[in-house]
């Protein structure tokens, strides 16, 4: 099986927007209905909010931090810079669609949490499973990998 190289997304990746480009992200943004986002997976028993707030995850448009916070002015990426971005591996998404893997497979996170970032990403008392970190998002692989590749468990 091919091994999949994952990018450095270093959120300093250099990545300029143009204008045109801007403009149709804020077109298509106010052309939006401002309303949860929800993916249901129900074989999984599944439902993941998180593009209520990654409202560009799956947006074709390569969408950076950096270029977020350029295209506002700002010299540093916010969280909200952070929060937009166009998924690094857009080619994963194409093998794992998230209408049917949903977002949680892989990242972990409280999928229906919708009221603080906290929650969401499952970094509370009462949530077991919290979003991998950044240095160990592979680990994700492992919830459906490890049965299929043999010797690993
Ligand atoms: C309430 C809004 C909100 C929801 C809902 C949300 N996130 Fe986030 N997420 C953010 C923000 C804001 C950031 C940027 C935080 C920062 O960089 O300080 C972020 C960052 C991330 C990151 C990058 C983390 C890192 O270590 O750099 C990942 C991955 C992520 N979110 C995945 C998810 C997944 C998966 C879900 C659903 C289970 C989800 N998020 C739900 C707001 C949200
Ligand atoms: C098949 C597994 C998989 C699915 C499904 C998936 N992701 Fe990811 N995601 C990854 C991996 C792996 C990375 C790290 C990529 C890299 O470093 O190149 C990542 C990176 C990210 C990041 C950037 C984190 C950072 O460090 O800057 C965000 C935000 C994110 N994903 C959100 C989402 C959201 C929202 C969904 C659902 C629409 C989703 N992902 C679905 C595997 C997945």
Known sequence: MPRIKFRNTSPTTPFKLEPNQIDGLIKKTADDDPKIQQINVADANIVDRCESCHMGAR???KITAVAMAAASGQKKPDEYDRA?????????LKLHDPEKFACSTCHQGNGRATTSIEKAHGNYEHWLWPLFPREN???GCQNCMQRSVPGQR
Not at 84 to 92: A, C, D, G, N, Q
């Open 137 to 139: 998002v592979e680990a």
């Open 59 to 61: 947006e074709p448009l």
């Open 84 to 92: 937009f971005t166009s998924h690094p591996e857009p080619e994963l």
